[in-house]
């Protein structure tokens, strides 16, 4: 069974700075390209970063550029979004999922919730 497990998130002040993990386990997870989405209150979905499966080539939206960091770990299954200079409204629910071909995800997390106050 497939499991990614979200976590890290957590309360912090405008300016201040919070590392995601996401931990992968049923899955070959060397294969699979890894993402990271959110969802803020009262709007969509939105994508944040990705990184490929073994390059580690990464891909940012704008809104994050500079601020966030995606990385991975194939030893230990494991992506990280470091995200720093946070805003409030970068406050969101925060997701990873995995990928073989971008755009359609395999698997999806629970989410774990980072608010940010002003």
């Known amino acids: 069974q497939v499991q990614l497990v979200e976590s890290g998130g957590g309360l912090v002040q405008a300016g201040g700075s919070l590392r995601l993990s996401c931990a992968a386990s049923g899955l070959t997870f060397s294969t699979y390209a890894m993402s990271w989405f959110r969802q803020g209150p009262g709007k969509e979905r939105e994508f944040v970063a990705r990184i490929t499966r073994t390059t580690g080539i990464t891909t940012y939206a704008d809104s994050v550029k500079g601020r966030f960091t995606i990385s991975r770990d194939n030893v230990k299954n494991t992506v990280y979004l470091q995200m720093n200079s946070l805003k409030p409204e970068d406050t969101a629910v925060y997701y990873c999922?995995?990928?073989?071909?971008?755009?359609?995800?395999?698997?999806w997390g629970q989410g774990t919730q980072v608010t940010v106050s002003s």
């Open positions: 999922a995995a990928d073989k071909t971008f755009g359609s995800y395999d698997y």
